[in-house]
């Protein structure tokens, strides 16, 4: 599943198996355990492959391509960065189900495989003209459902994958997934921004999308396979879930409450410019796809290095010194884009570089927590509740992003040599923002 590239955990011996195994149908073996484990490294590099190109998590280059060709504007592109929060908010229902059905890897393979087949539909929309305008809404309800049938299909992820793996060597384990992962996405990133400047050269920008989003489609066929073949520890499932419990419940944990209100605001302060880096790229600083691609691949090749490292120190320092450190090391990344020029984009490759240092910390250590906060006979319910509240950051931080992008988008100010124009300015209130959330996170991990 996608969400592999947030979580972090390692393979280990049957004493420390959790104890969440140990149900009526019996723990799994060691051996099923391992195997499961090495399932699931190669499932989320196969799976990385259709992310990378989709941008199922996050978005992506390609995402935000596709959206203007299909005629997007400022504020539709907000909406674009938004629309993750269907996915945060079905966890809720993938929780629900989980609970009823005590088949994690049955509701896994069903949503994600759905989910990420959608976009078989979406690929041909470019060649659907008796549409007319109509193209751009189909393309948004059709991702929302996408969105909305793996947000099912992660929460169930999550919740089986805390079961399946230990918890003192989570760091250890995901850092070396993410590190497959990411070669995963350095080679399919590469090779569809190559592919798609390629057909767009040639006129023919409709054909590359469709290329490359076939071959998204092809990665989900691969990865639903390799789902279908990992071990899952065995859950009870419930005859009746009192829906209003497992929404209220974890919330009465203090710890909790307050991790899921800390990670509220820092929704909102990467939320507010993330939909517009990429759309600032193609337009404002004219890169080539094959450019933006680049500079993805360089923060995944830097990720190769410090996945696993932020991993190691995460578990020898713990979770809050390390993530705090990381946040505050994104705290200039908004700037490359704001400094970066059409003929000096060296601003821009010190970004993609200290990317790939910090934010593998922010992403592992994030889930890390998460896992260690869930209150215990809430664990699914929490991860779905933490999802959905901060999916709510995120659809606040895309609306308030696109109405300022369409204010924004001819205002200029010039401090000294350098330029802040347009979307720049949603930069800069981002950098603004992760300054606050530094001490907020401190007080609150």
Request: hydrophobic share 55%; charged share 10%.
């Amino acid at each position: 599943m996608g969400i592999a590239s947030t979580v972090r955990q390692k393979a280990h011996k049957n004493a420390d198996l959790p104890a969440a195994q140990s149900t009526d149908d019996g723990p799994l073996h060691p051996s099923e355990v391992r195997r499961a484990l090495r399932l699931s490294i190669w499932e989320g590099a196969v799976a990385t492959i259709h992310i990378s190109i989709t941008g199922a998590i996050g978005g992506s280059v390609f995402l935000t391509g596709f959206a203007l060709l299909l005629g997007a504007n400022s504020f539709q592109l907000g909406l674009l960065g938004a629309l993750p929060f269907i996915g945060q908010l079905f966890q809720f229902v993938g929780a629900y189900l989980e609970e009823l059905a005590g088949n994690r890897r049955r509701l896994v393979l069903s949503a994600a495989l759905a989910g990420r087949l959608t976009w078989a539909l979406l690929l041909a929309l470019p060649f659907m003209s008796f549409l007319g305008g109509a193209q751009l809404a189909v393309f948004f309800i059709g991702l929302a459902c996408s969105y909305a049938l793996n947000g099912i299909a992660g929460n169930a992820w999550l919740s089986w994958m805390s079961d399946l793996v230990p918890s003192r060597q989570r760091g250890s384990y995901f850092g070396a997934r993410n590190t497959v992962a990411a070669v995963a996405a350095m080679a399919s990133t590469f090779l569809a921004g190559y592919a798609l400047d390629g057909a767009r050269a040639q006129g023919h920008e409709f054909v590359g999308y469709a290329i490359i989003f076939g071959v998204a489609v092809l990665a989900a066929l691969g990865s639903a396979a390799l789902i279908s073949r990992q071990a899952e520890p065995p859950i009870k499932p419930k005859a009746s879930v009192n829906l209003a419990d497992m929404i209220s419940g974890p919330l009465r944990d203090q710890a909790f409450r307050s991790f899921v209100i800390a990670n509220v605001g820092w929704a909102i302060a990467i939320g507010v410019a993330s939909p517009f880096f990429n759309a600032y790229g193609l337009s404002t600083l004219n890169l080539s796809f094959s450019a933006l691609a680049l500079q993805a691949i360089v923060t995944s090749a830097v990720s190769l290095v410090f996945g696993p490292l932020m991993g190691r120190l995460q578990d020898t320092y713990g979770h809050k010194r390390v993530l705090v450190a990381c946040v505050i090391g994104t705290l200039p990344l908004p700037w490359g884009w704001v400094l970066s020029t059409p003929t000096n984009i060296i601003p821009l490759w010190l970004t993609s570089i200290l990317s790939g240092v910090f934010w593998p910390g922010i992403t592992q250590g994030m889930v890390n927590v998460l896992m260690d906060r869930a209150p215990a006979g809430y664990k699914g319910a929490a991860m779905a509740s933490f999802s959905a509240i901060t999916g709510a950051g995120t659809l606040v931080a895309g609306l308030i992003g696109g109405v300022l992008a369409t204010l924004l988008i001819d205002a200029q100010v010039a401090i000294g040599p350098f330029q802040i124009v347009g979307l720049a300015f949603l930069f800069v209130l981002s950098s603004a923002m992760r300054v606050v959330m530094v001490g907020v996170f401190w007080k609150t991990l």
